[in-house]
């Protein structure tokens, strides 16, 4: 297939309620076989491992809550797709597409919005969508603090870590220093010292 271009996207995974980890390991299938399904759609090879960058998980404090809360376990994927160029209108109905994908599976794990920062069963959201930039009342591409969160900056760094964020010309390691510099006390732990997920919990 010719006029083929380099798509790459993140989706920002987290859960700190009835078990965080048994509910990530069971998404990891869930997750892949949706964005199996969703790839076909844009008319390219059906997404598989082989296209799936998935971060250690990493332990992180909760940010900006009246409640006391659990700590979330949080992990990043990354997709690198081979896709037809494509209009702006088609990229951003293909992002919601996908965004929408998303959102089903936190409700299919029981996720509640009851509060802005609050507790959630698993947590979805996507990061970036090759260098869209677009606000509208259901989707904002990047995510506002995308550079500012360090459970997507510490994971994306282990698996990425010279990685440069296009729409930033920033390397995802150096936003990482930053943040952590500000706040130390936040600073995401590895779930284990070899950076793998386990087999099982």
Known sequence: MSNLTTLTLGIALGANLNSPLDTLLGLRSLLTLELSNWSSLILVTRCNEGYLYWSPLFYTEPIKTSLTQPPYLNAILVVILSVPLTSLSIQLS????????????????????????????????????????????????????????????????????????????????????????????????????????????
């Open 94 to 201: 293909q992002a919601q597409n996908l965004l929408n994908r998303l959102q089903k599976l936190e409700n299919l794990f029981g996720r509640l919005h009851l509060e802005h920062w609050g507790s959630r069963t698993l947590d979805l959201d996507l990061l970036w969508y090759g260098n869209l930039q677009f606000t509208s009342l259901t989707i904002i591409l990047p995510h506002p603090h995308l550079l500012e969160r360090g459970f997507v900056l510490s994971p994306l760094t282990a698996t990425f870590s010279n990685i440069v964020f296009p729409l930033k010309y920033q390397r995802f390691d150096e936003s990482l220093k930053e943040i952590t510099s500000i706040d130390f006390g936040k600073t995401p732990k590895a779930l284990n010292t070899a950076l793998t997920w386990p087999d099982t919990v």
